[in-house]
Structures are given as C-alpha cells and as structure tokens.
C-alpha cells in the first residue's frame, strides 16, 4: 500500500485521537496537497516546525495501529471473508 494511502487510511481510525492542530496540518498536506512552505506561510510558524508536526503525527498514527491494529484487521477480515474463511473472522474482533 502505497505511504499516502496507508497514513490517510490510518487517519480515518484515529483522527479522533489527535489535536486539532494536528488534523489541519495533517489534512493541509495530505488532502489539499499544500506544501510545507504554504503550511508555514499560512499558519506564521517555521517550516522546521511544520516539518517537526507532521513526522510527529505519522509516528502517532503508526503507533496507534502497532498498539490497536483497527486497520489490519479490517484488511484481515476483508481477505479472510474472500477466502470465505468465515472461522478466522473472530481471530481478529
């Protein structure tokens, strides 16, 4: 999966548990695409700044998912109910 999909895949499930600074950023960058320039021209903040805020926010998705594992289950499920492996589902609920 590539990086862009995975991380926005990631903040579907925890979104929730970021700060509002956070999700604009995050959505600033990922979503409409701005640059980091553009994120630090618009918010009166350093480039190193944003910079600094959105690995932050990428080791926190990755750390929810290594501690939760909301989004490989689902994929273990999906792949699980192809198989038609209906037994295992409950492996990962």
């Known amino acids: 999966m590539?990086?862009?999909?995975?991380?926005?895949?990631?903040?579907?499930?925890?979104?929730?548990?970021?700060?509002?600074?956070?999700?604009?950023?995050f959505e600033l960058y990922y979503f409409d695409n701005l640059s980091i320039v553009e994120i630090a021209e618009n918010n009166n903040i350093s480039r190193n700044a944003v910079s600094k805020a959105l690995i932050e926010i990428k080791d926190k998705l990755n750390e929810y998912e290594n501690k939760l594992h909301l989004?490989?289950?689902?994929?273990?499920?999906?792949?699980?109910?192809?198989?038609?492996?209906?037994?295992?589902?409950?492996?990962?609920?």
Request: hydrophobic content about 25%; aromatic content about 14%.
């Open 2 to 25: 590539d990086e862009i999909l995975y991380l926005s895949s990631l903040y579907d499930y925890y979104k929730e548990l970021l700060t509002d600074k956070q999700k604009e950023y």
């Open 71 to 93: 989004l490989s289950n689902k994929e273990n499920i999906k792949k699980t109910l192809s198989q038609k492996d209906f037994e295992k589902i409950s492996d990962y609920i």
